[in-house]
Nanobody, 124 residues
Framework: QVQLVESGGGLVQPGGSLRLSCAAS????????MGWYRQAPGKERELVAM???????VYADSVKGRFTISRDYAKNTVYLQMNSLKPEDTAVYYC??????????????????WGQGTQVTVSS
């Protein structure tokens, strides 16, 4: 049973923008923090951004000021607006839902429920 459905990846030039979407079942969306991790080839999965169930947010330092995470409670969907994209943002982006505390977001990179992943490639 698919619980997180992602969309919105693709190829974009440096400096461009993309928006990722992740649709969840109502229960998952309402009860969990939701957000995004990414994994580049040869690298470990890392936090991009998380939004708690009450809407507070946590960002990786590398994306602060460029990426914005938001939740649409009517659509049970979390979005990641990515602006000023850089080649180093190239990765597979995974939607994540979890019930752990915010202190775990950076370190526990394998817990929770995951989407199938969507490729983001930033290249000229």
């Amino acid at each position: 049973q698919v619980q997180l459905v992602e969309s919105g990846g693709g190829l974009v030039q440096p400096g461009g923008s993309l928006r990722l979407s992740c649709a969840a079942s109502a229960n998952i969306f309402r009860l969990n923090a939701m957000g995004w991790y990414r994994q580049a080839p040869g690298k470990e999965r890392e936090l991009v951004a998380m939004s708690t169930s009450v809407g507070s947010t946590v960002y990786a330092d590398s994306v602060k000021g460029r990426f914005t995470i938001s939740r649409d409670y009517a659509k049970n969907t979390v979005y990641l607006q990515m602006n000023s994209l850089k080649p180093e943002d190239t990765a597979v982006y995974y939607c994540n839902a979890r019930s752990t505390s915010a202190s775990s977001y950076h370190t526990q990179t394998q817990v929770g429920t995951w989407g199938q992943g969507t490729q983001v490639t930033v290249s000229s």
